[in-house]
Each structure stands twice: as C-alpha cells, then as structure tokens.
C-alpha cells in the first residue's frame, strides 16, 4: 500500500503508518480504523484492501483528492498544503442490505 502511496501522489507515503490487524474493536470484518498518530495518519486494517479502502476515504473526505479515469471524471491529485487530521478515529460504515 506504501508503493500504491508512491505512485498516486509520489512523497505521501511518508505522512501514514500503516498496519494489517486481525480484527477492529466492535466491528466485523473486513474492517479499518483511520486516525490521527502524532503527525501522521494511523490506518489499521484486516488487509491491504481495508487498507487501500482507508486511505481511499481519507484522500476523498479530508483532503478533497479524487484519482479516476478521464471519461469518470478524472483527477484532483495535488499534495494538499498541509495532511488534515482524521479526528476522532474513524470505521468504515456498515454494510447496506443488497449492496455492493
């Protein structure tokens, strides 16, 4: 996930501490937690998918940045001025009956 880091915005795998857990404290898995650490942002996850997730969510909600392809939209990919805290931790929301 570091490298995934490197190669959508190059310099920002530096500001994350990511980790793989077996689980998340009252939640079901797969499941992540973002929060602040120190300077850092702190994303646990059941696999580096959740983790992927979490950064994903972390760019979208805090730092207003979107990568995607052009015909969706495109990209918003610039380093924000400073990394936003994450606040009090965040979990992904449950799943929705018939979701995807």
């Known amino acids: 996930v570091y490298d995934l ?4 915005l190059p310099g920002s795998s530096s500001h994350f501490t990511l980790s793989i857990t077996e689980g998340c404290p009252g939640l079901s898995e797969p499941c992540f937690i973002l929060a602040d650490s120190g300077d850092k942002i702190a994303i646990t996850g059941t696999s580096a998918s959740e983790l992927t997730a979490a950064v994903g969510e972390y760019f979208r909600e805090w730092c207003n940045i979107t990568d ?3 015909r969706g939209g495109g990209s918003n990919v610039l380093h924000p001025p400073r990394w936003p805290k994450a606040g009090a931790p965040v979990t992904p929301p449950p799943p929705r009956p018939g979701g995807h």
């Open 5 to 8: 880091l490197e190669r959508v």
């Open 68 to 70: 995607g392809w052009p």
